[in-house]
């Protein structure tokens, strides 16, 4: 693998330097068709979680493919208005913040998700004719890794469903609008049937709130990884859902909408890192091969121990030999370990998959480092959507005290 759409990696490395994120919207977009055609409901509604990947070229890509977002910061919300969202295309599932921020995005008129009774409360009475959607927690043990897995019982996540007879009684005290039913059990869920139980847990939710609109199933549509990885089968998990969606809306008497709010599954594989290898240094246990990047831009492989598949794309038919690939970071940042790579020489470019989402989104500037330029692919044409930071960018917020 060493273009895009006819573009060659090498090529970028050439004009626009490494460490590089480079993203390919026709993958961005075959995913969005994927999601749609895999659903056969009245109205289906994805909505970016754009916590994956926040470029606003994308999100605006997203928005022509008739996304909506699915936000969990107001930052995230005037980012979205920023890319030309409507605030009626926007989702906000806060966790945590203050009231204040709620507030804001009331008055922004975004679609709010309350994931806590006292807020609840607070926004119902102080908010009559807010329409709200209640995140539930519906206690199933879901996610790739214990960071990511949110839907289980001592999750910080959600109402629990066993608090939903205090809720009742809140909604019927205060007249509460609420329009919508949610959950998000976890990230990168390898068994799809949590799908199908948490839904049938939000279904019997669904029976006790008669004005609802909408029911949204969160996401944790897992990729593949590596080759052979397992993944979530969408169009099986399409086939399921919206039969027993349909069946339980008739049941309701009213069509609702179906919503998802994926965000790997959206751009996991539409991203590439390069980066450049800077020294090969043989131990006397380990070949490392250095590259001039790290856990600052790429801090996967380091806080979950995620696999990125990596290629030497300067040698691409070398002999395999097996490397620890680490970053240039003053504490151990490994992206991987024993991994058997075309023989890697200072200066050849590697390139890691899988880099689209949570890559760039969690970049940091650490040891001082500036964060990399992002590229974007699109109708063969590359598009250079985010600069190279300098130094500017590290002292901008800095101010020199008179001490
Ligand atoms: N909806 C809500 C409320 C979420 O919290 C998340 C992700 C999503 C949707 C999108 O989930 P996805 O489709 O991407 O699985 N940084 C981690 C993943 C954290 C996910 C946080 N919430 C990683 O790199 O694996």
Redesign the pocket.
Known sequence: MNSIQGISFLDLVDRYGTPLYVYDADIIKRQVDRLNNAFHVPHLGIHF?C??LNNINILKLLREWGCGL?T?SIQEIWLGLEAGYKASEIIY?PNCVGVDEIEMAIKLGVQVNIDHIETLEYIGSHYPDTKICIRINPHVMAGGNEK?S?GHIDSKFGISIYQMPLVLRLVQALKLKINGLHM?TG??ILDPGVFTLASEILFDAARKFPDLEFIDF????KVPYKVDDVSTDVEELGELLSKSFNEFCKEYGRELKLYF?????LVSQSGYFLVKTNVIKQTPSTVFAGVDSGLNHLI?PMF?G?YHSIENISNETGRPRIYNVVGYICETDTFASNRAISEIHPGDILCFKNAG??CYS?SSNYNSRFRPAEVLIHNSKDYLIRKRETMDDLLRNQIIADL
């Open positions: 979680a916590k994956a699915d969990v599932t990511i949110v998000h990230s990168d969160g996401s944790g549509l709010e994926p965000g790997k599954f996967r979950y995620s989402a949570y969690m």
